[in-house]
């Protein structure tokens, strides 16, 4: 059975969707079957980033409808056999999503996937919930600033209370990803320095990725970054995140900042 993880946030625009469609790419690049899923029901843009908008067909609410099979709705990516993409739909809002309805989805996935990779829309209405619901793993997506860094500490507390697993008595694993991280201007004080963001949120480290237009550049060119500029910085600290999802110790490195912060950041665990 595949291994679900949830991609999240409290603010919108820090980088999930991003982040689900460069983490998926990177898994399948090594040769792991992944789906990439959108949740964001009435705004997809998970297709845009993998740049397969001209494909979608059938979407998740489709399937859980009835009105198509999951293999009628998962587009398998062009560039990498390995890895499929079932979209949202853009026709309908968030209430087309059923409990009964996702967890049937979700289950089918586990059995043919070794990754399923839930793109969640922000805030803490039902398609988050929804989204969250059946993880094993949640990825927490937050910026640098204030603002989402309280707005993630809002979203562990839902993943510590929302999910099966917490209503199993489980603890959920999280994983913090900071995004758009800059080292001089967090020197400078303009933005918060990564052991600030760890003291909040006291949640592992899973990888720190760099502020960058090659990010920007690949979403226009509808390309996860691990697929349109894998030897980018970026590229690279996604790989390295992709590695220490799947089980690998890789020391931690702040961009900018060449000593390793293993042992201070990666090993840190959540209190």
């Known amino acids: 059975m595949g291994k679900v993880i949830v991609v999240t946030s409290g603010k919108g625009g820090v980088g999930k969707t991003t982040s689900t469609a460069a983490l998926g790419a990177a898994l399948a690049q090594r ?26 067909v059938y979407d998740l609410v489709n399937v859980i409808n009835g009105d198509a099979k999951l293999p009628q709705a ?3 990516d062009k560039r990498l056999d390995t890895l499929f993409l079932l979209p949202a739909s853009q026709t309908r809002d968030k209430d087309a999503l059923t409990e009964e309805g996702v967890e049937r989805v ?36 937050t910026n640098p600033e204030v603002s989402s860094v309280r707005d993630s500490d809002r979203i562990i507390g839902m993943l510590d209370s929302k999910t099966l697993k917490a209503e199993n008595g489980e603890r959920m694993e999280k994983h913090l990803l900071l995004t758009r991280y800059d080292s001089v201007r967090a020197e400078r004080g303009d933005m918060l320095k990564v052991d600030d963001v760890l003291e909040i949120l006291s949640i592992p480290l899973l990888g720190i990725i760099p502020e960058s237009m090659d990010v ?15 030897r980018s910085a970026p590229a690279q600290a996604y790989f390295e995140a992709a590695r ?28």
Request: charged share 25%; proline share 4%.
């Open 31 to 56: 040769n792991e079957k992944v789906a990439v899923v959108d949740f964001d029901v009435g705004l997809r843009n998970l297709d845009l980033v993998m740049g397969a908008e001209r494909r979608v």
């Open 74 to 76: 998962l587009i398998r």
């Open 106 to 141: 979700i289950g089918e996935l586990k059995k043919y996937f070794d990754w399923v990779i839930c793109d969640s829309p922000a805030g803490i209405e039902k398609g988050a919930t929804l989204a969250m619901r059946h993880a094993d793993v949640a990825v927490v997506v």
């Open 216 to 230: 920007l550049k690949a979403s226009n060119l509808g390309a996860p970054v691990t697929l349109a500029d894998a």
């Open 244 to 271: 220490r999802l799947a089980g690998e110790v890789v020391p931690v490195t702040v961009p900018g900042d060449k000593r390793g912060i293993f042992g201070k950041l990666f090993g840190r665990k959540a209190a």
